[in-house]
C-alpha cells in the first residue's frame, strides 16, 4: 500500500481542530518531507519518528516520504503528531495492516528508542477529536489518566511504539485501559478559623464569595490581607463538571497537571509573583501564544499580593479579562483565546514604607498618591468590594467569640448562590456579578425609594454610572445573603459604602 491516513489534534488556545495526517511513499529519490505548514519542530519529527521505528525492530522505506497535514492553510507545530505521523508511515509501507486506524487520534511524541512521552494538552485535544466524531484514541500511559476524562471516547494508553504496532496487528491487550479509579485527592484549603479578628474583611470576603465580586484589601502589613485571600477558595462551590474540565484543559495546555490529580475540582488559586512579565501574566510566546497565570486561574481565585508593586501595564493589562472573562492574543500564527473569568483579590499596603502603624509612616503625601496611584481609577472601578483593614490589636486578639469556620461561611454563600442561580439562569447567567447593569435597570429594576441614595451619588458625581452597576450587583448578593427577594434601601446603601472606601 503507497497511501495511509491516520489522525491527530492540532490546538489553537483551548479550541482543537483534527489534523488528517496522509502518507505517501514513492515517486523521487530517497528522503522525507512534510508538508502542510510545520514549523521547525514539527519538520524535526521525521528525525524521530525515523528512528523510534528502526529501534522499535522496523524498517523506514527506502523511497520518497511524503507526510501531508491537512487542513494545509493553517500553521502546525510541536511533537503531538509523531506518533501518528509513524503508524502513517509503516502502514503506508505495508507493514501493518490499517483496518484499525479510521477514527482513532494518535498523541504522543517518540523518544529516538519507541518510548512514548507526554505532550502537553491532551484533554482539549480529545475533546476535539471527540467533537470530530472520532470513537478512539491512544495516548501516551503517562496522560492516560487525563485522558480518561473525556466521556463517550474508547481511550487507549501505550508506552511504546512496538505496543502500538502489535494492537494494530490485532492484540487488543497491547495498550492499557484507563484505571476505573477516577476519584480525585482530596485538596487541603486553609480554614477561614484561622483569621483573627478583621470582621469587616471576614463578611466582605463572604459577599464576594456569594456574588463571584472581585474585591480589594488595603492596610499595613501583618494584618492578614494574605490570609483571607488564601481561604476564599473554600468558601466557593465545587466546580460543575463542565467548569472542572475547562480548568482542567487550561492546566494541561500550561502543562501543570499531575499525574496524582489529573482533574481539578477545587476553584483554582493562582498567585503571581510582582516580578512576572506581561506575557507570563496573560499569555504571550511566538508562533501561538501560551497561555499566562491569569488563564489559569478561570473559573477561580487571582490574588495580586502588593498590587501596587506590579507595573502599571501588568495592572491595566487585567481589565479586559475582568470585563470579558477572556483573553485573546494574537500572534504570528493566529489568534488564540484562553478563558479568564476569576475573581480578582488586590492587596496593597498603603504606602512603600509599609510600617506596622500608619503614624510611623517616614512617606511624604506625594509618595503615597503615587504609590496607590498604580491602581488608576479605570481598575479600581472595575472593582466591587474595598476594604481598609487595621492592625490587630490585643483586644481583638484575645476576643472570646470563636471565628466562624470555612465550612459555615460557605454553606450561606453556596444557599445565597443557589438562589442568584435560580433567578439568572433563564437568562444564561449564575452569580450576580455576571448580570449586566443595563439588565438590572431595567427588568429587575428596584423601587426609587431603595436606589434614592445610589441616585444621589451618581448626580454628585460620587459614582460612575459603571459603579452603580457593580452597586446594584452587590445589593443582590446581600439581600440573597439575607434570603430577601429583592435588595432593599440598606442594602444599596452598604453596597455603596464597600464602593466608597479609599485605599489610602
Request: aromatic fraction near 4%; charged fraction near 20%.
Given at each position: 500500500m503507497a497511501l495511509a491516513r491516520t489522525w491527530s489534534v492540532a490546538l489553537f488556545g483551548v479550541d482543537g481542530l483534527v489534523v488528517e495526517i496522509e502518507a505517501d511513499i514513492g515517486g523521487g529519490r530517497p528522503r522525507t518531507q512534510i508538508v502542510g505548514l510545520p514549523d521547525a519542530s514539527l519538520n524535526e519529527a521525521k528525525e524521530r519518528v525515523r528512528a523510534a521505528i528502526r529501534n522499535?525492530?522496523?524498517?523506514?522505506?527506502?523511497?520518497?516520504?511524503?507526510?501531508?497535514?491537512?487542513?494545509?492553510?493553517?500553521?502546525?507545530?510541536?511533537?503531538?503528531?509523531?506518533?501518528?505521523?509513524?503508524?502513517?508511515?509503516?502502514?503506508?509501507?505495508?507493514?501493518?495492516?490499517?483496518?484499525?486506524?479510521?477514527?482513532?487520534?494518535?498523541?504522543?511524541?517518540?523518544?529516538?528508542?519507541?518510548?512514548?512521552?507526554?505532550?502537553?494538552?491532551?484533554?482539549?485535544?480529545?475533546?476535539a477529536a471527540r467533537r470530530a466524531g472520532l470513537g478512539r484514541a491512544i495516548v501516551p500511559t503517562s496522560t492516560l489518566a487525563e485522558a480518561a476524562l473525556v466521556t463517550d471516547l474508547d481511550v487507549k494508553g501505550a508506552d511504546h511504539l512496538h505496543d502500538v504496532l502489535v494492537w494494530l496487528r490485532g492484540d487488543r491487550d497491547a495498550l492499557h485501559d484507563p484505571s476505573p479509579d477516577r476519584t480525585p485527592p482530596h485538596q487541603e484549603i486553609p480554614d477561614l478559623s484561622d483569621v483573627v479578628g478583621q470582621t469587616e474583611a471576614r463578611w466582605a470576603l463572604e459577599v464576594?464569595?456569594?456574588?463571584?465580586?472581585?474585591?480589594?484589601?488595603?492596610?499595613?502589613?501583618?494584618?492578614?490581607?494574605?490570609?483571607?485571600?488564601?481561604?476564599?477558595?473554600?468558601?466557593?462551590?465545587?466546580?460543575?463538571?463542565?467548569?472542572?474540565?475547562?480548568?482542567?484543559?487550561?492546566?494541561?495546555?500550561?502543562?501543570?497537571?499531575?499525574?496524582?490529580?489529573?482533574?481539578?475540582?477545587?476553584?483554582?488559586?493562582?498567585?503571581?509573583?510582582?516580578?512576572?512579565?506581561?506575557?507570563?501574566?496573560?499569555?504571550?510566546?511566538?508562533?501561538?501564544?501560551?497561555?499566562?497565570?491569569?488563564?489559569?486561574?478561570?473559573?477561580?481565585?487571582?490574588?495580586?499580593?502588593?498590587?501596587?508593586?506590579?507595573?502599571?501595564?501588568?495592572?491595566?493589562?487585567?481589565?479586559?479579562?475582568?470585563?470579558?472573562?477572556?483573553?485573546?492574543?494574537?500572534?504570528?500564527?493566529?489568534?488564540?483565546?484562553?478563558?479568564?473569568?476569576?475573581?480578582?483579590?488586590?492587596?496593597?499596603?498603603?504606602?512603600p514604607c509599609a510600617p506596622p502603624r500608619e503614624v510611623d509612616c517616614?512617606?511624604?503625601?506625594?509618595?503615597?498618591?503615587?504609590?496607590?496611584?498604580?491602581?488608576?481609577?479605570?481598575?479600581?472601578?472595575?472593582?466591587?468590594?474595598?476594604?481598609?483593614?487595621?492592625?490587630?490589636?490585643?483586644?481583638?486578639?484575645?476576643?472570646?467569640?470563636?471565628?466562624?469556620?470555612?465550612?459555615?461561611?460557605?454553606?450561606?454563600?453556596?444557599?445565597?448562590?443557589?438562589?442568584?442561580?435560580?433567578?439568572?439562569?433563564?437568562?444564561g447567567w449564575l452569580t450576580n456579578a455576571q448580570a449586566p447593569g443595563p439588565f438590572l435597570r431595567r427588568e429587575f429594576a428596584l423601587p426609587r425609594q431603595a436606589t434614592a441614595l445610589l441616585d444621589r451619588g451618581l448626580s454628585t458625581g460620587a459614582v460612575t454610572a459603571r459603579g452603580a452597576d457593580r452597586c446594584l450587583r452587590v445589593a443582590w448578593t446581600l439581600s440573597d445573603l439575607a434570603d430577601l427577594d429583592h435588595p432593599e434601601a440598606d442594602h444599596v446603601a452598604t453596597a455603596l459604602e464597600f464602593r466608597d472606601r479609599r485605599a489610602a
Open positions: 522499535s525492530g522496523e524498517e523506514w522505506p527506502t523511497e520518497l516520504v511524503t507526510l501531508a497535514l491537512s487542513p494545509a492553510a493553517l500553521p502546525k507545530g510541536g511533537s503531538s503528531y509523531d506518533l501518528a505521523l509513524a503508524c502513517a508511515v509503516l502502514t503506508a509501507g505495508g507493514r501493518v495492516p490499517p483496518d484499525r486506524l479510521p477514527g482513532t487520534a494518535m498523541i504522543g511524541e517518540l523518544a529516538l528508542d519507541g518510548r512514548l512521552r507526554a505532550v502537553r494538552g491532551v484533554l482539549p485535544g480529545l475533546l464576594a464569595a456569594a456574588g463571584g465580586h472581585h474585591l480589594l484589601l488595603t492596610g499595613p502589613p501583618g494584618t492578614g490581607k494574605t490570609m483571607l485571600a488564601e481561604r476564599l477558595p473554600g468558601l466557593l462551590p465545587p466546580l460543575t463538571t463542565e467548569q472542572s474540565l475547562e480548568v482542567t484543559a487550561i492546566r494541561s495546555i500550561a502543562g501543570t497537571l499531575t499525574q496524582e490529580s489529573p482533574l481539578i475540582t477545587v476553584a483554582p488559586f493562582v498567585a503571581p509573583h510582582h516580578t512576572t512579565s506581561i506575557s507570563g501574566l496573560i499569555g504571550g510566546g511566538t508562533g501561538l501564544a501560551k497561555p499566562g497565570v491569569i488563564s489559569q486561574a478561570h473559573h477561580g481565585v487571582l490574588f495580586m499580593d502588593e498590587a501596587c508593586e506590579f507595573g502599571a501595564r501588568h495592572l491595566e493589562s487585567l481589565r479586559t479579562a475582568v470585563e470579558q472573562g477572556e483573553i485573546r492574543l494574537a500572534r504570528r500564527d493566529g489568534v488564540c483565546r484562553y478563558p479568564a473569568a476569576f475573581q480578582l483579590v488586590l492587596a496593597t499596603n498603603t504606602c517616614t512617606c511624604s503625601p506625594h509618595t503615597r498618591r503615587r504609590y496607590l496611584g498604580r491602581l488608576s481609577g479605570p481598575l479600581l472601578d472595575r472593582v466591587d468590594l474595598r476594604v481598609r483593614m487595621r492592625p490587630v490589636t490585643a483586644l481583638s486578639a484575645a476576643d472570646r467569640i470563636t471565628p466562624e469556620s470555612s465550612a459555615t461561611v460557605r454553606a450561606r454563600v453556596i444557599r445565597a448562590r443557589a438562589k442568584a442561580a435560580t433567578r439568572w439562569r433563564p437568562h
